[in-house]
Every structure is written in C-alpha cells, then in structure tokens.
C-alpha cells in the first residue's frame, strides 16, 4: 500500500509574473523588471546581461541583413589569414577575385590580411563589389584596404549565416582552423539539405589531398560518411578552373539549385538578357 503524500497548497507557495514567465517560490523574489531597468546601483551591468546580449545578437542580424540584402549574386571566399602578399597562393586569390568581378559577381571574405586581402584586391581591381565580414578577436587587425563594404561582428554565429544566405557557392583557399571550420560547416549544410546546390571549390591538390585522403581512407572506410558525401567537394589548382566550377554549380547546370544564383528564375533570366545585351 502506497501513502499519497499531502499535497503542498500553491497558494502558499510564493509566486508572481514576469511578462511572459510565471516564477515560483525563490525565483519569485527576484526584483520586478522596472526594478533592475531603474536601479542605478552597480550601472552598466546590464550590458552584460543574457537577455542584453540578445539584443545585440539580434541587432547583428538586423545590420547584416540590412546591408547585404541587396548584394546581389555573390560568392563566399575563404583562406589563411597567413598567407603572404606575393605567394602562390595570395596572387591565385587576387586572380579568383578579379574573375569573379570580371562575370558581375561580388565576393564575400573575411574582411582579414592574407587570402581574404588578396580575393578583396582582386574584386577591386576587376570592378567588382569587394565585401568584407569581420569578427572581434583578441588580435583583430581591422580591415584590410580593399574592402568596399565591411561588417564587423561579434558572433561568429551570426558572422556565419552571411556567409551562407548571401552566397551561392564557396571557395576554400588552404588555410587554418578558422578556414576548416568553414568549410566543414559548408559540407554540413548541403549535406543535411540546408542549402541546396551550393558548389564547394576548394584550391591546391597539393594541399588539400591528404585531408580528402583522410576522409576516404578513414571515415568513408569507417562507415562514418557516405560516398555521396565526397561529391560535396570539387578539388582544382587553377584561378580559372575554380571560378568555372564555382559558377557551374549555381547557374542551372545542374538540376538541382536553390532558386538560381541571381534570385526567382524570372530575376536569373531578366540578369543574364541585362548581361547578354551588354556584350
């Protein structure tokens, strides 16, 4: 036989509402928000406040959206910061830049030195539109001179969802962690069915082989990746070849694509007829 134990009077219990939450007992002696908005006693803390930094999240979001909106076709770019002005590497940049530019489509960076510097010199001088999204770190440097249009954030989070909504297709330069985590994410993206015909280009054979080994020889032998999932990525050593593959994947060449690389189809048509009459 099982005693029910009394059950407790909520009445007694404490208890009061907080807009839309309801606080019982010691939550309920917290003070009213009037209270915490007026009190002067300790000022700015509130700054430092989780529903503050949703506001500032949420700002993030209102700027970028607000400023790219109306970016137009534009392509995500990524590669070492490291990179020295004068490599292989930083002059493939410029020239992926450049071309980019050259077919009316702006280019999206980092906004950083290295990689990001030479894609955001290349748009300049091809007469492109050069973008650049930074990130507050211990060691930031600002941006670097060749952004034209330059967003700074404090969320990687939110730093990262315009790289994605406002870009039809990346292209990976070798790079770090910061680079790898892009990349990643990209795979992720496409291969959860997030973003739909999103092209990933990723230059330097050399470079990237042994990670693309790595993910055959380890997780597609593992079982922890399937073979369709290392057609997410597209490997090639030219400027050229990669600005090709990278357009190919977003202007109807293949079946499958997210709305077209220039908006609704009637848009897509409307640009390339714009395109075509100018030469």
């Known amino acids: 036989m099982t005693t029910?134990?009394?059950?407790?009077?909520?009445?007694s219990v404490p208890s009061r509402r907080k807009g839309p939450l309801e606080l019982r007992r010691r939550q309920a002696l917290q003070g009213t928000s009037d209270q915490h908005l007026l009190d002067?006693?300790?000022?700015?803390?509130?700054?430092?406040?989780?529903?503050?930094?949703?506001?500032?999240?949420?700002?993030?979001?209102?700027?970028?959206?607000?400023?790219?909106?109306?970016?137009?076709p534009a392509i995500s770019i990524f590669g070492s910061a490291r990179t020295h002005p004068g490599s292989d590497y930083y002059e493939m940049g410029v020239e992926i830049g450049r071309l980019?530019?050259?077919?009316?489509?702006?280019?999206?960076?980092?906004?950083?030195?290295?990689s990001m510097e030479a894609v955001n010199r290349g748009a300049v001088d091809g007469s492109g539109t050069?973008?650049?999204?930074?990130?507050?770190?211990?060691?930031?440097?600002?941006?670097?001179?060749?952004?034209?249009l330059g967003i700074n954030f404090r969320?990687?989070?939110?730093?990262?969802?315009?790289?994605?909504?406002y870009a039809h297709g990346f292209v990976?330069?070798?790079?770090?962690?910061?680079?790898?985590?892009?990349?990643?994410?990209?795979m992720v993206l496409v291969q959860t069915g997030k973003v739909t015909s999103f092209p990933i280009v990723l230059v330097g054979s050399r470079f990237w082989g042994p990670l693309i080994g790595w993910l055959k020889e380890t997780l597609?032998?593992?079982?922890?990746?399937?073979?369709?999932?290392?057609?997410?990525?597209?490997?090639?050593?030219?400027?050229?070849?990669?600005?090709?593959?990278v357009l190919a994947g977003v202007r109807g060449?293949?079946?499958?694509?997210?709305?077209?690389?220039y908006g609704s189809a009637e848009e897509e048509e409307a640009w390339l007829a714009e395109k075509a009459d100018g030469e």
Do not use: C
């Open 220 to 245: 597609l032998s593992e079982g922890m990746i399937s073979p369709e999932d290392l057609d997410l990525i597209q490997v090639t050593d030219t400027a050229e070849d990669a600005v090709y593959r």
């Open 100 to 114: 980019l530019a050259r077919e009316g489509v702006a280019v999206i960076t980092g906004g950083g030195p290295g």
């Open 172 to 186: 990976v330069l070798p790079g770090g962690l910061g680079t790898l985590d892009e990349l990643f994410e990209a």
């Open 40 to 72: 002067t006693h300790g000022a700015g803390r509130f700054v430092h406040t989780d529903p503050w930094r949703v506001m500032r999240i949420q700002s993030e979001f209102v700027e970028g959206f607000g400023a790219l909106a109306e970016l137009g």
């Open 4 to 11: 029910e134990s009394p059950r407790r009077d909520d009445r």
């Open 130 to 148: 050069s973008v650049g999204l930074g990130i507050e770190l211990p060691f930031e440097t600002g941006f670097n001179p060749w952004v034209d």
């Open 155 to 165: 969320y990687f989070f939110a730093r990262k969802t315009m790289f994605v909504k």
């Open 253 to 261: 060449e293949t079946e499958e694509r997210r709305g077209g690389m």
